[in-house]
Nanobody, 130 residues
Framework: QVQLVESGGGSVQAGGSLRLSCAAS????????MGWFRQAPGKPREGVGA????????RYANSVKGRFTISRDNTKSTVYLQMNSLKPEDTAMYYC???????????????????????WGQGTQVTVSS
């Protein structure tokens, strides 16, 4: 079992930055495949990016490439989402997710599939005003 707690959300003006954190506890040795997702009102949950915490390999949605960066601190069992140049369309609830196992299979290509992740945080709200 893996427990995930997100923090760092808030309100910011367009062009601003926020850093989200996702602290994992429990069976963190197996929380190797981590993802960030977001869901805006009335829209489906979508993948923002993901990281294989062992290798540090990252993947990003085209909509955030060059603006968002995922990193990890394995000593703290924490994954970060640095968000720069924020846009109003980035407004959403952001969720951290863990597979509970090492990244495997076609993860490099299908990292954005919700079905790859078994554990979810409660979410943290990000609001970007124009």
């Amino acid at each position: 079992q893996v427990q995930l707690v997100e923090s760092g959300g808030g309100s910011v003006q367009a062009g601003g930055s926020l850093r989200l954190s996702c602290a994992a506890s429990g069976d963190t040795d197996s929380s190797n495949c981590m993802g960030w997702f977001r869901q805006a009102p009335g829209k489906p949950r979508e993948g923002v990016g993901a990281i294989a915490t062992g290798s540090g390999v990252t993947r990003y949605a085209n909509s955030v490439k060059g603006r968002f960066t995922i990193s990890r601190d394995n000593t703290k069992s924490t994954v970060y989402l640095q968000m720069n140049s924020l846009k109003p369309e980035d407004t959403a609830m952001y969720y951290c997710a863990a597979a509970g196992r090492p990244c495997a299979g076609n993860w490099y290509f299908d990292w954005f599939l919700i079905s790859n992740y078994n554990y979810w945080g409660q979410g943290t709200q990000v609001t970007v005003s124009s």
